[in-house]
Each structure stands twice: as C-alpha cells, then as structure tokens.
C-alpha cells in the first residue's frame, strides 16, 4: 500500500462517518411504498456505482436529504443499501493509456469502490465481464491480452486473473459479498459459444474466488427472463456440468428491466422453478425505471417518453413502485430470492451546458458510456456510438446531485409509508390491449423480418443518409438477425420510405403494422401506410422514437383491398437528428387478414 492509496482510505473512513442529522422522520415524505411482507433483514438491497469515480472525477457532486454534499456510499449506505456492485474489465485502456469510459472499470476502480462501501458498512458484489469492454447479451468479446489462445490456456488465464483480482480485493480488506463469473452470459461468454469451454471459465472464475474468499457467493448471471425455455436451458447445461463437479455456484442471478423483460409474474415463475428445481438461491440482479422522460446530458437514453411500463408513470413515485413491486415478487413470490439490485442508480449528467462540453469530460474521465477510444476494442459499436450516460433519467439523484425521494424506498419497504394515491389510468394498458388481439395469421410480407437482406423491399432514399440499409446485429433486432438500419450525421438528413407492393394478396380486409426503433432523432414524422394503385389510402398514427430497444409498432388496423387494385405497404420515417445523428432500425412488418 503506497502513501496515496493510505490517503484515500483515509479520506473514505473520513466521508463515512454517519450523518445523524441526515435521518429523516419517516413521516415527513410524501413517498408512498407498501410495506413488502416478510423481508428479511439481511434481503440484499444493491446498488450499482461502477461509474461513480469517473462521474467524482468529472466534478459530479452527490447531496443528501438535508441539503449537503455527501459521499455517494454514505447516503446510500443511510438509505438502506447494504451491497455495492461493481463490474469490472480486464483492461478497458487502449495503447496509450486512454481510457474507454463506461467508468473505465478494471480491478483498481473495483478496490477503491470496494473500500469505500466496506467503510460505510456495505459489502462488495464483484461482477466480471471477462472482456476489455461491456459485455452483455449481445457482445462477449474476449479480451485482447487473451485473443487466439486455445481453451485450455483461457482456463488457467481466467483463473489466475480471477484469482489476483480477488488477493487484491482481499489485501485491501474490501468485504466481498458476492462475484458474478460473467455478465449476462446468455450462451456466449468471453469469446467462447460452446457450453463445455463457457462451463471451464465459470468453474475457473468460481473455484479462483472460492480459494481466496471461501465464504463469498458465485453468481452466474443471466439476461432476457421473458424466454423462460432460455433460463431452462442455461440451468440445466450448469446443472450437467456441476454433475461432473464443474461451476459450484450459489446464486442464478437475471437481469430484469421492466420495460423489457415481460412480466413479474413471469419473472418469479421461472426464477422459482430454477431455485425448486436446481437448489440454487436466485435474484434480480440489474433493475432500473425512469425518474423522468427527460434526457438531461444530452445523450441518449435507453428509455424515455413513450416507453412507461403501465401503471408506473415516470416519477419518482413511479420509480419507487418499480422498485417496491420487484422486490416484493422477489421476496413474496420466489422462495429462493435473496436481493434486488438497481443499475447504476447514480450516472447523472457530468453537467455541461451542451453535447460539446460533456464530451470533453467522458472522453477525458471515462464518464459516458464509452469514449471514442473504445474504437481501439469494439470499433463498430462502441467505437462509433460513444456518448455520456443512457439511464441518467434513471438515477436516484437529479441533475445536479441531489437524492431524490424515490431513493427513500429501500428503507420505506421495511416499515411502509404513507398512503396509497388514487389510481391512474393509464392509455398504454390499451394499445397493449390492441397487440394482444392482434392477428397472428398468414403475413402476406415477403421477408417481412429482414432475414433474407431486403431483397423485396424498396427503400427509397429522400436525403441521402449516411447509413440506411439491412444490418445484421441481432442485439438490435426486434426478431431475428437482422432490420432495416439508418443512420445520418448532419441535421435534418433523414427521410425515407420502405415499402413492398403485395402481389397475391385476395380481395379483403387487412390489418397492416410495422416496428421501429431508434434515438437521437428530434421531431420526427414517422408512420406506416398502405397505397391501393399507387395512392395512399391509410396512414397509422405517428410513431415516436423513445430509445434503444423500445420498439414502437405503427398500426394500421383495418384495410379494404379491392378486387383487381394493387397493394403497397411501408413506413415513412423524417427525423431532424439531435446529438451524433438521427439512428434507428425498422423490423417485422405484418399484413393480415382482419376476419
Ligand atoms: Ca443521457
């Protein structure tokens, strides 16, 4: 230990000191939360800072209920946090040193978060990515010190690597909770797609943590809840393998965002079914919801206006009854269910008055998402859609620092407050209620998904984009591989239609729908149409564009297809553009008939 890294810790223990006159009288918020039922004392309530040091560095400043600046662990550890979760990467730096942001999380950013929330009294939940950069469902590359090696010298690198991460933890009396052996692992994990070769690195990962920290948790940690065949399946694969004394884990961890993952009640069904079937302790281990619609960094993020879950409206309020309900089927409904964990709950804006000036401060912190270095790793992705935080509308922490109330929750679910507002009624129940009804006989489009390259489709290009044709990425595909893509740099350079004449289509009527998604687009004008000889003759409503992933359908619910009249159907889509560019991709177009 060297003269700064004393100081630092010195500084840390001096930050979180308890503020006794932080303490709020339960009585004085206007938070209502229903008590949850028998939680138990040590139920883990997490918090994900991995960007914390990066946003400090930035000159982010965190405020309290009382007013006063406040280290970050110290209020959450006051609001009943009691795990702070931390990803990190191998080696998330290129060349010369410059790092690729999302925190540039390696295992010394894990030590100092690890130090500061031992010494407010929260235990540490390590999650490896086994990668240079984010790793998820849609990306698990192997980091670049370890490209080109076979399976056998992987297994030994992941565990030596594995191992020394956790001595360090461990000589910086950091209290480790819990280490994830992967982050959502969905089939593929550190370059590897085969079970056998990702069963060694799990095993490898967990027997190197079982060394060091016998009494810490494994967790392996899984995305997508809503294909419950897929956790089954990953279950069951662990299962085989623990047989032959491969991967001891502990915990089955899912991701479960609201807006994505399909039910609560599916959620516990399937995380119950694994924990009764295998014997393992199960949790959500990444959540979040949205304070507010608004963006306040100017970049992107991954929901706002348009995409709220039904009855839980962006606010605080709403934020906290995402919360509160989660924990509550995970304490209520899934006997196994051992904690909650919310996703970096504290990546607010760096502050800048203007795109420009916060781009300064990720590229030099690491305080976006990912800088222009990350090109060095992952130039398609990351390398090209660098930015600053995309769940800045999803902290419990305002613009400029300051907890919100919402953040009162993981104290308030132990005792309950308040009263219970007046229902709301929410319009989104009802076009929830359209795709229910929505018919799921013939599709008379011609590779109506994308799949075999667009071929039938006409994609007529008003502005020149700089980007508009069929991509291959599944992560970013409503179904499939593939979707139509665009992209423009320069305002205001979008403008397009797709469309397909229908040949072969009877005389009759049809319901026509097609599904978008995208960011950064301003005002848009964007809908689906149906022409009979070339004239339109339906239009859907607009579609919004409200973030990554929040696909959006445009419907066309009923159409008459004269006898002896050709048919068009397509989309039209004009965006202004804001930030690095108006984006977006267009998938799984449906023309049924309508009985
Ligand atoms: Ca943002």
Redesign the pocket.
């Known amino acids: 230990m060297n003269g700064r890294m004393i100081l630092l810790a010195l500084l840390a223990l001096t930050l979180c000191l308890p503020v006794l006159a932080g303490a709020e009288n339960a009585a004085e918020s206007a938070l209502y939360v229903k008590k949850v039922e028998n939680l138990p004392e040590d139920f883990i309530f997490g918090m994900d800072v991995s960007s914390v040091l990066a946003e400090e560095a930035s000159g982010v400043k965190y405020y309290g209920f009382d007013g006063k600046e406040t280290d970050l662990f110290r209020i959450l550890a006051d609001n009943g946090i009691n795990y702070i979760r931390v990803r990190i990467w191998n080696n998330p730096y290129d060349e010369a040193g410059n790092g690729f942001g999302g925190g540039n999380c390696d295992i010394r950013t894990a030590m100092e978060i690890g130090k500061r929330a031992t010494a407010c009294g929260m235990k540490l939940l390590a999650d490896f990515h086994y990668s240079d950069f984010w790793a998820d469902p849609g990306k698990q590359m192997v980091p670049r010190a370890w490209a080109g090696i076979d399976i056998d010298e992987k297994e030994t690198a992941l565990y030596e690597y594995t191992r020394d991460c956790m001595q360090q933890l461990k000589n910086a009396g950091v209290d480790v909770g819990m280490v994830q052996v992967g982050n959502e692992t969905n089939g593929r994990m550190c370059g590897e797609s085969d079970w056998q070769n990702i069963a060694r690195l799990m095993d490898a990962g967990s027997r190197a943590v079982r060394e060091v920290f016998p009494e810490t948790m494994v967790a392996v940690h899984f995305a997508n809840p809503e294909n419950p065949d897929s956790y089954r399946f990953y279950a069951e694969r662990l299962a085989q393998f623990e047989k032959d004394g491969l991967i001891q884990y502990d915990v089955f961890a899912s991701s479960y965002y609201p807006f994505w993952h399909g039910t609560l009640d599916n959620l516990a069904e399937i995380l119950t079914e694994i924990s009764e079937t295998y014997g393992k302790k199960v949790m959500v281990m990444e959540t979040s919801y949205a304070y507010t619609g608004e963006?306040?960094?100017f970049?992107?993020?991954t929901i706002s206006e348009g995409s709220e879950v039904s009855g839980y409206p962006f606010s605080s309020q709403g934020q906290a009854d995402s919360v509160r309900d989660i924990t509550d089927a995970v304490v209520n409904r899934t006997p196994a269910g051992i904690g909650v964990c919310y996703w970096e709950g504290a990546w607010i804006t760096v502050g800048g008055n203007s795109r420009e000036e916060n781009q300064a401060m990720w590229e030099k912190y690491g305080s976006g998402w990912a800088s222009s270095y990350a090109a060095a790793y992952d130039p398609d992705d990351a390398g090209q859609w660098y930015g600053?935080?995309?769940v800045?509308n999803q902290a419990f922490f305002d613009a400029d620092g300051k907890a919100l109330e919402s953040l009162k929750v993981f104290r308030f679910m132990r005792t309950g407050n308040g009263k219970a507002p007046e229902p709301v009624q929410d319009a989104s129940k009802e076009s929830a209620a359209v795709e229910e009804n929505a018919d799921t006989t013939y599709n008379y489009v011609l590779d109506y998904s994308f799949e075999d390259g667009g071929n039938c489709w006409k994609v007529t290009d008003l502005k020149k984009a700089s980007e508009l044709y069929v991509e291959d990425k599944p992560a970013d595909s409503l179904t499939g591989r593939k979707h139509l893509h665009f992209w423009s740099a320069a305002q205001d350079s979008v403008e397009f239609t797709a469309e397909q004449i229908i040949t072969d289509l009877p005389e009759g009527k049809f319901s026509f729908r097609i599904s978008i998604m995208g960011g950064d687009c301003g005002e848009t004008d964007i809908y689906a149409y149906v022409k009979i000889d070339g004239k339109e003759t339906a239009r859907s409503e607009q579609i919004p564009i409200t973030g990554w992933k929040n696909w959006k359908t445009g419907v066309i619910p009923e159409f008459d297809h004269p006898a002896g009249t050709k048919v068009t159907v397509g989309i039209y889509v004009k965006c202004q553009g804001t930030g690095n560019g108006a984006w977006g991709k267009i998938d799984d177009a449906l023309l049924n008939s309508v009985q």
């Open positions: 963006d306040t960094d970049s992107g993020n600053g935080s995309a800045d």
